[in-house]
Each structure stands twice: as structure tokens, then as C-alpha cells.
């Protein structure tokens, strides 16, 4: 179990607050129980979280996301089995029931360490109709207090963009715009035929055209709200450029 010196430690070092340190100790805790059980092969870890924890994010996250290839109940099965042995190292972790949805199922982990305090909350959400297009596994490496670190099966880079991508165009939050400056800066092919794969599951179509469009019109101050949380403290000042360089890198990858 972490201790309160290692979270103030963290805190200062990454310049965020300490609940976003316990929250990724739980995040990876939790993938650790998951990707030990058998099948757990079959769910793969992809968005934003899966972008700072395989790819050197330095953008937090209170969200864990995949995509799974098992039937409903299995996957719920190996997740509640993932919070059960959570639970046994740290007592006042619970999960919400889960929620099934069109295309994936949702739910919650929630920490609570005192009666009167607010839990700490993991949203979780599981894609269920998608087939995946690529497939990895890779540890991830972390300075909390986790060993052995979790091996994960996840989306390749490439992919990962594609949602992203897919995001930025039907639902519009400044994360998914941090999540596509920050792959693109790490030269991750941008790959409009996988693009065109992940609008066609919802019956949707986009080009490049589209996606300049929605960066030139995502509203300054939304992306300010929605972002500055979840980066540290240093890095917020360069919120009101982001829009600027993601045009800018747009215009200079080829797309294929």
C-alpha cells in the first residue's frame, strides 16, 4: 500500500494533487489484477490513460477504457474478479454495478477511505461491438510502489489515434485534443484508412478536412476547463497554443 509521504512525494515531483497520484496507483493496481487472469488477453486497454501509461503521457487521467472480445459477462466477470482481489489489498475499494450499453458496458470504482469523505472515482468503460485492429502486449513501468509491473494486452499507437481521431469528431472534450497533439509529437503514423474503419462502425465518414475543422472550432475555453486538471502545473500555460500546433502538425503528416 502507498504510503502518505510517497503520495506527497509524487505530488510535488509531477506537480499535481495527491488524489490524482492515489487515483493512478489505483488505475494500475487494478490493471495489474486484471491482466493476471486468464482470458484477460481478450480485453484490451486503449484511450487516454492507456496514452500516459505506454507512451509517456504526461496527461492524467481518471478514466480506464478498452475494448473487449468476450461475451458480457465474462468480461464483467474478470473485472469484478480484478476488483475482489483490489479490494483485499485495499479494503475501501468497491465497484459499481455495471451498466450495459449499446455498444459497451460502464461502470465505476470507487474509493472511499473514511465514511465521510467523497470517493475517489475510476470510470470504466468497456467497448463491446468493435473488433480490434491491432493487438500488443507491454509493461508498464511506473515510480509507484507496484511490482511486478502490470503486463498489458493493448491497441498499438496507430489505432489509438484512430479513436482519438474518431473522439475529436463525435464528441468533442480538450483531452481528446491534448491525446492527438501528444501522439502526433511522437510521430505515430497517422492512418486515415484505420480512421475511416473506426467513423464506419458508427455509420460516419470523415476527412482530414473534418478534423482540421473541429480543431480550428473546439472552443478555447472548454479546452482550457477540460484539460488543465489533468496536467501538471507547468504544462497548463501551454493550453492556448495546443489548437495552434496540432494544425500546424496536421499540415505536415502525410495521411494514408
Given at each position: 500500500?502507498?504510503?502518505?509521504?510517497?503520495?506527497?512525494?509524487?505530488a510535488k515531483r509531477w506537480e499535481i494533487d495527491q488524489?490524482?497520484?492515489?487515483?493512478?496507483?489505483?488505475?494500475?493496481?487494478?490493471?495489474?489484477?486484471?491482466?493476471?487472469?486468464?482470458?484477460?488477453?481478450?480485453?484490451?486497454?486503449?484511450?487516454?490513460?492507456?496514452?500516459?501509461?505506454?507512451?509517456?503521457?504526461?496527461?492524467?487521467?481518471?478514466?480506464?477504457?478498452?475494448?473487449?472480445?468476450?461475451?458480457?459477462?465474462?468480461?464483467?466477470?474478470?473485472?469484478?474478479?480484478?476488483?475482489?482481489?483490489?479490494?483485499?489489498?485495499?479494503?475501501?475499494?468497491?465497484?459499481?454495478?455495471?451498466?450495459?450499453?449499446?455498444?459497451?458496458?460502464?461502470?465505476?470504482?470507487?474509493?472511499?477511505?473514511?465514511?465521510?469523505?467523497?470517493?475517489?472515482?475510476?470510470?470504466?468503460?468497456?467497448?463491446?461491438?468493435?473488433?480490434?485492429?491491432?493487438?500488443?502486449?507491454?509493461?508498464?513501468?511506473?515510480?509507484?510502489?507496484?511490482?511486478?509491473?502490470?503486463?498489458?494486452?493493448?491497441?498499438?499507437?496507430?489505432?489509438?489515434?484512430?479513436?482519438?481521431?474518431?473522439?475529436?469528431?463525435?464528441?468533442?472534450?480538450?483531452?481528446?485534443?491534448?491525446?492527438?497533439?501528444?501522439?502526433?509529437?511522437?510521430?505515430?503514423?497517422?492512418?486515415?484508412?484505420?480512421?475511416?474503419?473506426?467513423?464506419?462502425?458508427?455509420?460516419?465518414?470523415?476527412?482530414?478536412?473534418?478534423?482540421?475543422?473541429?480543431?480550428?472550432?473546439?472552443?478555447?475555453?472548454?479546452?482550457?476547463?477540460?484539460?488543465?486538471?489533468?496536467?501538471?502545473?507547468?504544462?497548463?500555460?501551454t493550453i492556448p497554443g495546443l489548437?495552434?500546433?496540432?494544425?500546424?502538425?496536421?499540415?505536415?503528416?502525410?495521411?494514408?
Open positions: 500500500m502507498i504510503t502518505e509521504n510517497q503520495i506527497h512525494s509524487l488524489i490524482t497520484v492515489m487515483r493512478e496507483y489505483l488505475q494500475i493496481l487494478f490493471l495489474f489484477y486484471l491482466y493476471a487472469q486468464r482470458k484477460s488477453d481478450k480485453i484490451f486497454f486503449k484511450g487516454g490513460t492507456a496514452i500516459r501509461f505506454l507512451f509517456g503521457s504526461f496527461r492524467f487521467s481518471e478514466d480506464l477504457d478498452f475494448t473487449g472480445t468476450l461475451e458480457s459477462d465474462e468480461i464483467i466477470g474478470l473485472f469484478n474478479n480484478a476488483c475482489s482481489d483490489l479490494n483485499r489489498e485495499i479494503p475501501a475499494v468497491e465497484m459499481e454495478n455495471f451498466k450495459k450499453k449499446r455498444n459497451s458496458i460502464v461502470s465505476r470504482i470507487r474509493y472511499t477511505p473514511k465514511p465521510d469523505t467523497y470517493p475517489l472515482g475510476i470510470h470504466l468503460e468497456i467497448s463491446i461491438r468493435e473488433r480490434p485492429i491491432t493487438k500488443a502486449a507491454s509493461h508498464i513501468e511506473t515510480l509507484l510502489p507496484v511490482s511486478p509491473y502490470p503486463v498489458v494486452t493493448h491497441l498499438e499507437s496507430e489505432e489509438i489515434m484512430a479513436e482519438k481521431i474518431r473522439a475529436l469528431l463525435k464528441r468533442a472534450k480538450g483531452r481528446d485534443l491534448f491525446d492527438l497533439w501528444y501522439l502526433l509529437t511522437k510521430e505515430v503514423k497517422l492512418n486515415w484508412d484505420m480512421v475511416k474503419k473506426k467513423m464506419e462502425f458508427y455509420n460516419d465518414a470523415a476527412t482530414l478536412t473534418d478534423l482540421v475543422s473541429a480543431v480550428k472550432a473546439f472552443n478555447q475555453k472548454k479546452l482550457f476547463d477540460d484539460l488543465a486538471k489533468f496536467l501538471p502545473r507547468a504544462q497548463r500555460k489548437k495552434e500546433n496540432i494544425l500546424e502538425k496536421l499540415g505536415r503528416f502525410a495521411v494514408t
